[in-house]
């Protein structure tokens, strides 16, 4: 099982002022250090750091379950994130843990909010389903794209 930031030809892009899910290019901000986590280094942005506010898809192609909502991303480039251990970004108590099958839509009944510590266990119970194809991570409070989970 690894956590799996979004792709860096992605992020590049949208570094590069390349448009967002929605076509506007990305606002342009600076992190007040209180909760910005990038998406791509699976990081917080540190204070006073620039920040890429934009609408990101994290799905191959638009369809009715390919949820756009905001993300932040380092505003210059950050080496990728990811790998076995739960990442940095996900520092809040708990996140919607949810499993998708290979045509990109959600696996009904596999959504649910879970405790941090137990997203690892979670994400395991829900790859041993064979519907399950990947995992996504959101935030709890407000839905917000985190990371994906792969086998």
């Known amino acids: 099982m ?6 860096t030809e992605i992020a590049r892009a949208y ?6 899910a929605n076509g506007q290019r990305p606002e342009h901000k ?7 986590p990038c998406r791509h280094c699976l990081r917080m942005i540190p204070e006073g750091a620039g920040m890429l506010v934009l609408a990101h898809r994290p799905f191959p192609a638009p ?3 390919a949820e756009v909502g905001p993300i932040f991303l380092c505003a210059g480039p950050c080496a990728a994130g990811g790998g076995e251990a739960l990442p940095e970004v ?6 919607i ?16 909010v879970v405790a941090t510590d137990r997203i690892a266990a979670r994400a ?9 194809a990947y995992v996504h991570v959101r ?3 407000n839905n917000c794209f985190q990371c994906r989970i792969d086998r």
Do not use: H, K, M, W
């Open 124 to 132: 395991r119970e829900l790859l041993a389903d064979e519907r399950v």
């Open 139 to 141: 935030s709890a409070r």
């Open 63 to 65: 369809q009715p379950y």
């Open 15 to 20: 570094q590069a002022g390349g448009p967002d």
């Open 90 to 95: 996900l520092a809040a108590p708990d996140y």
């Open 30 to 36: 600076v992190s007040d250090g209180g909760g910005n």
């Open 97 to 112: 843990v949810r499993g998708y099958g290979a045509d990109d839509r959600i696996v009904y009944g596999t959504g649910g």
């Open 2 to 7: 690894r956590f799996v930031a979004i792709p």
